[in-house]
């Protein structure tokens, strides 16, 4: 059995700065591929940055220049450095490990940023 645990979410003000931190424990070895995603009320589930296991980042647009995400396949972890937060990066913060092409899911961090 696979679970992730994510920490690190709170509140912050308006150009503050988080961190996320997703640790994965179980059955699981070298994940394909990491990441983070988000979802703010009555709004999708949207991708947030992923890391692949070659390295390899991806971001959305809305956080690019902003957020950092980094992985440890061996230690089993993902991180994701949030800076010059904004009040529409609100939302409950999921991280994800795709393991033989399946996805595990954590069970979500709320960030929430004052302006």
């Known amino acids: 059995q696979v679970q992730l645990a994510e920490s690190g979410g709170g509140l912050v003000q308006a150009g503050g700065s988080l961190r996320l931190s997703c640790a994965a424990s179980?059955?699981?070895?070298?994940?394909?591929?990491m990441g983070w995603y988000r979802q703010a009320p009555g709004k999708q589930r949207e991708l947030v940055a992923s890391v692949s296991s070659s390295g390899r980042t991806n971001y959305a647009d809305s956080v690019k220049g902003r957020f950092t995400i980094s992985g440890d396949n061996l230690k089993k972890m993902v991180y994701l450095q949030m800076d010059c937060l904004k009040p529409e990066d609100t939302a409950v913060y999921y991280c994800n490990f795709n393991f033989l092409g399946y996805d595990y899911w954590g069970q979500g961090t709320q960030v929430t940023v004052s302006s």
């Open positions: 179980g059955s699981i070895f070298k994940a394909n591929a």
